[in-house]
């Protein structure tokens, strides 16, 4: 029955609807994402701290606040005396059942290029541990992995604005299928 509790809490997550799949199936959306959750930023202060033209990340800003997953922020006064415009992230990607499969061949890339990019940008000493792993699971043991994988993150970000003073660490939990697998199962559907 626990278990059952436990599972249902992680996956009351809502779907995504195509508009939000779109908007979360692109790098550098991700990045835009990440870098408004840390801080309230400005399209200049995105566009300068991700090398892009400021046109480019206005597009990608537009299309996260559409989909509401950015907001305005209250209007400041910038170093110059201009006033600026920021934005902050809203935090509802956290909380989707995001099905980037349904984005294209591209789409369930995306987190990963992102995370790329941001190691990339941070570099290799900024890792704080990397585990990689080959495990054979049921069906069952998989959900379990992945509830039980969730509560525990879920724990950390429900309470994180209390360590908004503690230095902010990134990260990306993946369980895929190994390759060797699918092949196997498409020899089997194949001979049946």
Known sequence: MADNHQRDAVRQNPAANAQEIKALAHPLRLRILRLCGLHELTNKQLADRLEHDPGTVLYHVRQLLAAGFLEPAAVRTGESGALEKPYRSTGRS?????????????????????????????????????????????????????????????????????????????????????????????????VD
């Open 94 to 190: 956290w909380n989707l059942d995001t099905a980037l499969h349904d984005a294209g061949p591209e789409g369930p890339l995306a987190p990963l290029e992102a995370l790329r990019e941001e190691l990339t940008e941070a570099g290799p000493d900024s890792l704080a541990n990397l585990s990689r792993f080959v495990l054979h699971l049921s069906p069952q043991d998989t959900e379990e992995l992945i509830n039980r994988v969730y509560s525990v993150l879920s724990e950390y970000t429900d309470t994180d604005p209390q360590r908004s003073d503690q230095p902010s660490y990134g990260g990306l939990f993946i369980l895929h299928k190994t390759a060797d697998q699918i092949d196997d199962q498409s020899e089997k559907g194949s």
